[in-house]
């Protein structure tokens, strides 16, 4: 097991296919635009790339402050690899080498419910959630726009800013960088999805939405005050119409009663002070955006 090295890229870019079955675009945006070698431990057998795993840098919120973590990112091992233990050892030595960078935690997105017995083998718990609230486009064009708001270009800046105000008081929610939700959206827009942002005398406010198979529209995530959101839900309408709406939001706040909560997201203390922080924190930490 090591750390990653330029020059790996097509390797890891194989592998990356292999694994995920995704577009030669989208696997060259992510190494063109987030990859860095120190951010991923590669598990080498004879040689050969057999497994990796990405270690993205965020924070969680904590009573008004933040504590560093890393996100497991596309974890994936090739297919005549599997089943050796291959990738428990690389979520263990992220672990360790998180400790050994001063981060709190560890977390993740399980891909499917199986997944979630999986990592939780590895000392992950469920511990993010979220509310699905679904709306059809009439009952969205029933609430009106208000005239007082108007889109504008996306400011990740702002975004990050925004995200913090909102997700600050939800101790344990996920803090992106500027930087991470510049790749969020670069890599939604590569599969047809859509940032939009408006600004008004309620302040700045976004969403990032996509297509579904099923032709509805899936807002990943949706950033605004209960005075903003006809207008931003109005716009979505615009831009990416469909029949039904779904709205990913965190389990308190906008829309308030409106879906059911359930799991998003699991976590790993990396230290025993970081364990006992979970208990002190809130009960439905939001994680929004899991780069995918």
């Given amino acids: ?21 995704d577009t030669p675009r989208g696997t060259k945006y992510f190494f063109n635009n987030a990859f860095q070698p120190r951010e991923c431990l590669v598990y080498l057998a004879d040689g050969d790339l057999a497994a990796a795993v990405y270690l993205l840098p965020a924070e969680l919120s904590f009573q008004g402050k933040s504590i ?12 005549k690899y599997r089943s050796r233990g291959y990738m ?8 360790y080498l998180g400790t050994r960078r001063g981060e709190g935690y560890s977390f993740l997105l399980p891909a499917n419910e199986g997944l979630y017995q999986y990592y939780a083998a590895n000392g992950y718990i469920p511990y993010f959630r979220q509310r699905v609230v679904r709306f059809s486009r009439d009952e969205i064009y029933q609430e ?13 800046t702002k975004m990050a800013q925004l995200r913090a105000e909102y997700l600050f008081p939800n101790s344990g929610s996920v803090l992106w960088s500027p930087k991470a939700l ?26 990032l939405c996509r297509k579904l198979g ?39 706040g906008l829309c308030s009663g409106k879906g059911e909560p359930s799991w998003f997201g699991m976590v790993k203390p990396l230290k025993e002070t970081m364990q006992e922080n979970l208990l002190a924190m809130s009960k439905d930490p939001f994680l929004g955006l899991p780069l995918d």
Wanted: include cysteine; charged fraction near 15%; hydrophobic fraction near 40%.
């Fill in 182 to 207: 510049a790749y969020a959206a670069g890599i939604q827009r590569i599969y047809g999805g859509k940032l939009l942002c408006i600004q008004g005398k309620g302040g700045f406010a976004y969403a």
């Fill in 214 to 252: 099923d032709g509805s529209c899936e807002v990943v995530e949706c950033m605004c005050s209960e005075e903003a959101f006809s207008a931003l839900a109005t716009l979505i309408c615009q831009e990416s119409p469909a029949d039904f709406y779904q709205f990913r939001l965190p389990c308190g």
């Fill in 144 to 156: 009106g726009a208000s005239s007082s708001y108007w889109k504008v270009l996306p400011d990740y």
């Fill in 1 to 21: 097991i090591a750390l990653a090295k330029w020059g790996m890229q097509p390797q890891l870019t194989n592998l990356w296919m292999e694994c995920f079955e």
């Fill in 88 to 95: 428990r050892a690389l979520l263990n030595c992220a672990a």
């Fill in 68 to 79: 560093t973590a890393h996100y497991i990112y596309a974890a994936g091992t090739r297919k």
